[in-house]
């Protein structure tokens, strides 16, 4: 319905729409790379393009690129199947309907970008903050409440400085309504990687089998058989070649277990000080932190950035992560003491520049594929067999 609402026709708000959706993505990434103690904590770097597009889009296509934006980061991050998912869609929807809704009722001479990203920022961490309490923190939530909205409001604050600062200067926002319609140009070609993983499935057959193999995992209240699934995708990633960092694993998992042994509950077990380790506590902790864990690992084997997804919005999302692979390929001119300028030339290089179809190989799910996929989600729901 939301598509619907957004004309085909507007092939230059579509350019505006995949352009912003690339620089979610390309800050997306930036923000995944900053470590951080909790892996759904975010500064909003990601949530400067949507600030750019309050003056830009009207609302129909303001969705859409807010959609971009958090399927695209599930994509690229690989976590469209975890909780990390959850946090990023419910914090970004409500923070841009916020933002969006401050600018059309105050306007831009009665409210600030600085006032906006501070409200977008507070929102946003209030409802991930929900979300913790809900699924992993549960009252031990309150301990990090503090410290996570101070952080988001002086992020939001500092995103909002600049915003105004790029906003007053950029020549591509002065020119925004100019984009031309996109130019067919050459072929890309594209990179074949030669690995049993890429050859074998295509992005959609995994995307089913993800759906399936999810309810395996969510609904098994055996806290060992989680374990014993964590272990299972993790193994998967390992042997599809995605990337996984050992160390940020076991720290995320340490960190969810830790905090839900502040408010003890059940037998002691044993006692440090005057903290006590009690069962029930420890049990949930171990529960929660292997569930959100497996969630990640599953979603690094099953979500493939060549995913398809049909109608106007997937071509959209399509041009953005066309777009932002050559921002990847130029993200080298974003540094120093240039950096507004040299985001400024970009945005209208890549505005005004042909952009390359790219012709994707059809890759098709083999005999093997298959058969490997049905072992996989056979042995995921194995648990509830045994």
Avoid at 34 to 44: D, E, Q, S, V, Y
Avoid at 139 to 161: D, H, K, S
Avoid at 187 to 192: A, G, M, N, S
Wanted: net charge positive; hydrophobic share 55%; with cysteine.
């Amino acid at each position: 319905m939301m598509i619907s609402m957004l004309s085909p026709g507007k092939n230059n708000i579509h350019k505006n729409i995949a352009l912003l959706g690339a620089f979610c993505l390309f800050l997306s990434v930036v923000e995944y790379l900053i470590p951080k103690p909790l892996p759904f904590m975010r500064i909003g770097l990601a949530n400067l393009p949507l600030m750019f597009a309050l003056d830009i889009l009207p609302f129909p296509s303001f969705l859409i690129l807010v959609c971009i934006k958090v399927i695209g980061q599930g994509l690229i991050t690989g976590t469209l199947f975890s909780y990390v998912f959850l946090f990023s869609l419910t914090g970004t929807f409500l923070s841009a309907l916020v933002m969006f809704a401050l600018r059309k009722v105050f306007g831009c001479n009665r409210i600030t970008f600085i006032g906006i990203g501070a409200a977008g920022a507070f929102i946003s961490n209030v409802s991930q903050l929900a979300l913790a309490y809900m699924f992993i923190f549960k009252e031990n939530a309150r301990y990090i409440a503090p410290p996570f909205l101070a952080v988001g409001i002086v992020t939001g604050i500092v995103l909002g400085i600049f915003c105004e600062t790029f906003i007053r200067h950029s020549r591509w926002y002065g020119k925004k309504e100019e984009i031309g319609e996109r130019k067919e140009g050459s072929v890309q070609k594209i990179d074949v990687k030669n690995n049993f993983y890429d050859n074998n499935f295509s992005a959609n057959t995994l995307f089913i089998a993800g759906i399936l193999i999810i309810p395996a995992l969510l609904f098994n209240p055996s806290t060992e058989f989680r374990i014993v699934q964590f272990l299972f995708f993790w193994i998967l990633a390992l042997v599809c070649r995605k990337k996984t960092n050992p160390l940020i694993t076991i720290l995320i998992i340490a960190i969810i277990i830790a905090f839900n042994l502040i408010i003890p509950y059940g037998r002691v077990l044993f006692s440090i000080g005057a903290f006590k380790i009690t069962s029930g506590a420890l049990t949930a902790g171990i529960h929660r932190a292997f569930t959100l864990a497996a969630l990640v690992m599953l979603s690094k084997v099953t979500i493939r950035q060549d995913l398809k997804i049909p109608g106007t919005f997937g071509k959209i999302l399509g041009e953005s992560l066309r777009l932002f692979s050559l921002i990847m390929s130029r993200k080298y001119r974003l540094k120093g003491k240039n950096i507004l300028t040299e985001l400024d030339n970009l945005m209208l290089e890549l505005s005004e520049e042909e952009i390359s179809q790219s012709v994707d190989r059809a890759i098709k799910t083999r005999p093997a594929g298959y058969v490997v996929l049905i072992v996989v989600i056979v042995l995921s729901w194995l648990p509830w067999v045994i």
